[in-house]
């Protein structure tokens, strides 16, 4: 009957949620959100190089402009669901289910989204992504979370010449949206979700503008050469946006929807990084992106505190100075004073400030140390179990996220709030 909802919020007031705003609430009031969510982007490429040459030099100037929020420490927290659970996490500050896509498992629930928050504000939202509507079940789920409009396959021109792989290539994506955009009531929240930059990776020869990797692995040589052109792209949609005027009017955020080099490939991402991939590592390459880019700010800077794709909703929210009452979510503003010191994943494991919990061990974040072993970890008495407590923690707040999907929770507290 919903009576879990008093526990859960007591649980998040207490450990999620600080009261104190951040300085930069209300920063980009009635701008428009352009979210451009990038197909595969790992944090591993920014600022790094291949033979000599920057992989990604537009989003490395980027995030050095005054005018930009970069998080070098973000994690995707996503599960079976890929890119949806990414939207799943952005639009509702709640996490993806232990197994399944929420999108196709839960679609009819009732959420209170980012979508549907703005709306109430006066925001139009929309989403313009080149691939079949029902991928994913979003045609539906998107209605569901308050989107006014899809722009899927159909509203785009898509040849044999424009189109690679999955579908649409990135540029004519983003240059065949501008009409939409110039167009759209404001303001606007778009979501753009980009497709070149999807395994397997295919790119055409006329688009490769660095050169492939050379390894075992077909999946990270290709990589560097796709993810490339999508920071070409980027770069250009910028240009697009300057050019008709909306560029000022909108704050543009920019961030990596997950993992594109599974495990599989460690062989040659260690050979590219030129270290051993042990299981902190690996929890290391789950960092995605995170661009906050105001025009017309200028307090611009690289924050290094851990996050994940389950802050996006309260930091965006904070920033356009919306402070909805009817809000439930278990992640933090990430520009506000902050509360919640871990980032957790679906399966247990976690970063927080100290450490990384990952594959049964306990490490320090710090120096990549292994501080314990798993049974360490489940024993609660021993004076060194650093990650036993968190894990403790994390566990509770999965179960509590869980709880609000499986039990369709938001039909009470929507009720409550009215
Ligand atoms: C498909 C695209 C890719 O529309 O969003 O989804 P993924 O395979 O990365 O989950």
Sequence with gaps: DGNELTEIKDYINENVKSNEQSDLFGIAKGKNVIFISVESFQSFVINNELYG???????????????????????????????????????????????????????????????????????????????????????????????????????????????????????????????????????????????????????????????????????????????????????????????SGLYEDSIIVIMGDHFGISENHNQAMSQYLGKEITPYEQTQLQRVPFIINIPGYDGGKVISDIAGQIDVKPTLLNLLGIQPQNNLGFGIDLLGKQKEDFVAFRNGEFVSDDYVYSSGTCYDRQTGEALESQSDVSTQEKPSNVCGPIKKQVEKELSYSDEIIYGDLFRFYNFENK
């Design 53 to 243: 040459e920057e992989v990604t030099p537009f989003l490395n100037e980027l995030i050095k402009e005054d005018s930009s929020l970069y998080f070098e420490n973000f994690y995707n927290q996503v599960a079976q669901g890929r890119t949806s659970d990414s939207e799943f996490l952005v639009e509702n500050s709640l996490y993806p289910l232990p197994s399944g896509a929420v999108f196709f498992t839960n679609a009819q629930n009732e959420y209170n989204a980012m979508p549907e928050i703005l709306g109430d504000y006066g925001y139009y939202s929309s989403v313009l992504h080149a691939n079949n509507k029902s991928f994913w079940n979003r045609d539906i789920m998107y209605k569901n979370l308050g989107y006014d409009y899809f722009y899927g396959e159909e509203a785009f021109e898509v040849t044999e010449e424009n189109s690679i792989g999955w579908g649409l290539k990135d540029k004519p994506l983003f240059e065949q949206s501008m009409k939409y955009l110039q167009s759209m009531e404001q303001p606007f929240y778009t979501k753009f979700i980009t497709l070149t930059n999807h395994f397997p990776f295919e790119l055409d020869e006329e688009d490769a503008t660095i050169e492939r990797y050379d390894s075992n692995s077909n999946t990270l040589n290709n990589y560097f050469q796709t993810i490339r052109y999508t920071d070409e792209a980027i770069k250009q949609f910028f240009d697009q946006l300057k050019a």
